[in-house]
């Protein structure tokens, strides 16, 4: 049932995602002064119509619409022949472009998701960059923006694809269990329980936070990126790192993704122990934000089970995300303290804060199931204007301990 009703929070997400994208991309295009009358009237009309398209085509029909491929191929078609005149109009729209990559997830065969993907970058980077130059530098340039961002976009797309097949798989395997083991009540409760609890819940728990710090960490970086580039995108020299790093950080993001549906630890943990690959980290984070964090480690390190030092790592790697997302911190610490029978690790800000320390988003949800699955506990305290200070305490397990 929890499985059920996230699939369907996630398709009410994607049916809300278009409207929050285009009003503001509206309100902000008719609020601009010195337009024509006929402009003005014109992009209106046109977003009228895009939102009657989306309406007709992806807010009203059922889901299993989307079982077939054409549907949604005429729907995308006609979405991005819309988002592409509006961008003629004002470039604001590419605020509503974006609704294309989020609804190409639900194209079906998954490599017409993946073209949907393609086909969205290409339209989106034209009509904000431009039809590049015939020069090399211009057209590398072009076409690496668009091929870093298709794979990194459409990358989710088929390790989503993977994942439902093995959800599928273990569906199969629980409806034989189930009719195999009619007969003998007390055991199919046992066997149905235990393929449920351990194979199905805890898996798909497992692939959403470790795509989460993966795949999504590594976009947000990417977009960034790319972002820096096309503000100094008339002078190659100052764009050119920038996209040197976007694509670095989409290899980087693929080869976590890959790690994490195989369940392998990440790549900082195989290379170094916990207290390096924190401050490897830490490094990393200042180099992409221009922030840089101070790093304490306190205590004796010991090696620890591996369990703690993913937790741990990850706990750590997602309050630097949040940060850089959210915070506009300009200090901020990080502390890890080894104290004999527990590990403790600190990630403050001075930034911005937040209201409701106790919510959070997926990040802090997924945060604190990491922490609470090796028995440990996690702290935030926020307040508006006043920063915010993410406290974790791990009973201590070295490795080889019982």
């Not at 006929?38 to 209106?44: I, K, N, P, Q």
Request: with cysteine; aromatic share 6%.
């Amino acid at each position: 049932m929890a499985s059920i009703d996230w699939d369907r929070r996630y398709a009410r997400v994607l049916v809300v995602v278009p409207w929050l994208l285009l009003v503001p991309s509206v309100a902000i295009n008719q609020a601009t002064p010195d337009q024509a009358a006929g402009v003005r009237a014109g992009t209106l009309a046109l977003a009228a119509l895009a939102a009657a398209w989306v309406y007709g085509w992806h807010t009203r029909p059922r889901r299993e619409r989307w079982e077939r491929w054409w549907p949604g191929a005429v729907y995308m078609a006609g979405l991005l022949a819309l988002c592409a005149a509006l961008m003629a109009y004002d470039v604001i729209y590419v605020l509503f472009t974006i609704t294309a990559f989020f609804h190409a997830y639900q194209l079906k065969p998954w490599p017409l998701g993946v073209a949907g993907v393609l086909v969205t970058s290409v339209v989106l980077n034209t009509m904000t960059m431009g039809a590049p130059e015939a020069t090399p530098a211009s057209l590398g340039g072009y076409l690496g923006v668009i091929i870093v961002q298709s794979a990194a976009i459409g990358a989710g797309i088929v390790f989503g694809e993977k994942a439902s097949e093995q959800q599928r798989r273990r569906d199969e395997m629980v409806a034989r269990l189930e009719a195999a083991l009619e007969e003998n009540a007390g055991l199919h409760a046992q066997l149905l329980t235990q393929a449920r609890e351990a194979g199905v819940l805890d898996e798909r728990q497992r692939m959403a936070r470790e795509i989460h710090d993966t795949l999504a960490q590594g976009l947000a970086g990417i977009i960034t990126q790319v972002q820096a580039a096309q503000r100094v995108w008339p002078e190659p020299a100052r764009a050119r790192p920038h996209v040197d790093r976007a694509l670095a950080l989409a290899k980087e993001s693929l080869t976590e993704a890959r790690r994490s549906v195989q369940a392998l630890q990440p790549r900082e943990l195989e290379e170094a122990r916990l207290p390096d690959a924190v401050a490897d980290l830490a490094r990393r984070w200042s180099n992409e934000t221009g922030v840089e964090p101070s790093v304490e480690i306190t205590g004796e390190p010991v090696p620890l089970s591996p369990a703690i030092e993913v937790a741990l790592f990850r706990v750590a790697q997602e309050a630097l995300t949040n940060v850089a997302k959210h915070a506009s911190a300009a200090r901020v610490g990080l502390t890890l303290s080894y104290l004999g029978d527990v590990v403790l690790l600190d990630v403050r800000d001075d930034g911005v804060g937040m209201r409701d320390a106790d919510s959070g988003g997926f990040g802090l949800n997924s945060m604190r199931q990491r922490i609470r699955g090796i028995g440990g506990a996690v702290t935030v305290e926020s307040a508006p204007g006043e920063g915010t200070a993410v406290s974790v305490s791990v009973p201590m397990m070295s490795v080889g301990a019982p």
